[in-house]
């Protein structure tokens, strides 16, 4: 999953994208203007936007992006606690918000309850392909009643894989998804990974799950 943060206090975006980072793979944008820029050019699976920005209002930014067709949902990070502030971020196309300060834990909270709600493939936090079984909320892996220790980028890349089910899934989704932008396109490190997963999640118990789409990708199946 792929995150923005808008928000032009860089002490604290860093803070928070460090804390996120824990989760989703997150951009930052110090100004509006570097906000729409990059969400324009990437796909983001939620976007959150601080009200008071530099060069631009958030609420003002958010219709924009609305008028120009971009349906990812949008959480609001306001100092503004006013009903008449909120009503208007929430009319212009936001889908919720947040009052500074807030605790991180309700951030995550609300993150993963928008994520369900802007798509069905996240209607729980519990993902099951065949008989293995992914914990969004614990990041925990079972499969066969056995527990499955993975890496953080092992976790992300299935969890991608298990929110997609029977969906082809090219390498550059994959590592616009899963990994920071830097990452050469070129690079092997999806194959790489698929294979480091392929041996813990399916080898050990004689499955097939994820499938190589020669020339374009990879996908999870039921075996």
């Known amino acids: 999953m792929r995150v923005l943060l808008i928000e ?14 824990k989760y989703y793979i997150v951009d930052l944008a110090f100004s509006g203007e570097d906000g729409e820029y990059k969400a324009y050019i990437n796909e983001y699976d939620l976007i959150i936007i601080d009200i008071s920005l530099p060069d631009t209002d ?3 930014l958010c219709r924009k992006l609305r008028s120009n067709n971009l349906k990812s949902p949008i959480l609001f990070l ?3 606690c006013e009903t008449e502030d909120i009503v208007e971020a929430l009319d212009a196309g936001g889908d919720d918000y947040m009052s500074k300060p807030f605790s991180f834990h309700e951030l995550l909270a609300r993150i993963r309850a928008l994520l369900r709600r802007n798509n069905t ?23 066969d009643s056995k527990h499955i220790p993975l890496r953080r980028k092992e976790f992300d890349l ?14 550059g989704m994959i590592l616009e998804h899963v ?12 194959d790489v990974h698929v294979k480091y997963l392929r041996d813990k999640v399916d080898k050990p118990f ?11 990708g990879y996908k999870i199946e039921n075996t």
Do not use: P
């Open 8 to 21: 032009d206090d860089k002490d604290l975006a860093e803070t928070l994208g460090l804390q996120l980072s």
């Open 58 to 60: 958030g609420i003002v």
């Open 78 to 80: 306001t100092g503004r």
């Open 121 to 143: 493939l996240l209607n729980d936090d519990i993902l099951i392909v065949d008989d293995l079984v992914l914990d969004v909320v614990t990041r925990n892996v079972v499969r």
């Open 158 to 171: 299935l969890e991608y894989l298990m929110r997609n089910k029977n969906r082809v899934l090219t390498r």
């Open 179 to 190: 990994w920071e932008s830097n990452i050469d396109e070129f690079s092997n490190t999806v």
């Open 206 to 216: 004689k499955k097939t799950s994820i499938k190589t789409v020669h020339g374009i």
